[in-house]
């Protein structure tokens, strides 16, 4: 079974600080991770992936994450928030040999003050 | 606009009616998945089909159904519609198998009354 824990519902942040939000994950295997971002009334908009290579991923919007196997994290980060990333951000799983069902986290909402 | 065209965007309905809820996948994807977002559900998955054939099968109700015509659009089929079914109903695409991620619908909200 895939499961994965995002332990903050919310994050607060002052524009131009950094932002991390946490992901860890439960899988057999090397597991495949991904970041998601939701604004109100919208649909899930992809940042960025980790299949194989290197830890360090860059995606979307200045966003990277960082894949870590001992620790089993994925959390994901931005050197500067922007009020515009104030949104909520999704954690998700899948296993390489899965017909590519994600297992999401609970997501936790990232709120950017001026 | 992600290419994954879902229809309607709101739908409000009686307790107990039937709704069907519309997909067009990505021009050139052959997998369709569809979730369940609700506040204390969080995002549930539902139901996967590849090129007309079901693959994969998650935590979906009696009372719903799915299926995946051969110009790859997909139908959620939700009967017997309870308060509880109120939610938001992503629809998402693949090209194949969808380990490597997959775009999203903008989404159906379903209020049920």
């Known amino acids: 079974a895939q499961s994965v824990a995002q332990p903050e519902d919310q994050v607060n942040v002052a524009e131009g600080n950094p932002l991390t939000v946490k992901c860890t994950y439960s899988?057999?295997?090397?597991?495949?991770l991904f970041w998601y971002v939701q604004y109100p009334n919208r649909g899930l908009q992809f940042l960025l992936k980790?299949?194989?290579?290197?830890?360090l991923v860059k995606g979307s919007y200045g966003f990277e994450a960082e894949f870590n196997k001992s620790q089993t994290s994925f959390h994901l980060k931005k050197p500067s928030a922007l009020v515009s990333d104030s949104a909520l951000y999704f954690c998700?799983?899948?296993?390489?040999?899965?017909?590519?069902?994600?297992?999401f986290g609970a997501g936790t909402q990232v709120v950017v003050t001026p | 606009d992600s290419g994954v065209t879902q229809t309607p965007k709101h739908l409000i309905t009686a307790t107990g009616q039937r709704v069907t809820l519309r997909c067009s996948p990505r021009?050139?994807?052959?997998?369709v998945y569809w979730y369940q977002q609700s506040l204390d559900q969080g995002l549930q998955f539902l139901i996967q089909?590849?090129?007309?054939?079901?693959?994969a099968k998650g935590n979906i109700l009696e009372r719903f159904s799915a299926q995946q015509f051969p110009d790859l659009h997909s139908e959620l089929n939700l009967s017997s519609l309870e308060l509880g079914d109120s939610a938001l109903y992503f629809c998402?695409?693949?090209?194949?198998?969808?380990?490597?991620?997959?775009?999203f619908g903008s989404g159906t909200r379903l209020t049920v009354v």
């Open positions: 998402a695409s693949s090209v194949a198998k969808g380990q490597r991620g997959y775009t």
């Open positions: 899988v057999s295997g090397n597991p495949y």
């Open positions: 980790y299949i194989t290579g290197d830890n």
């Open positions: 998700a799983v899948t296993h390489p040999d899965s017909w590519g069902k994600l297992q």
């Open positions: 021009s050139g994807d052959l997998s």
């Open positions: 089909y590849y090129n007309g054939e079901e693959r």
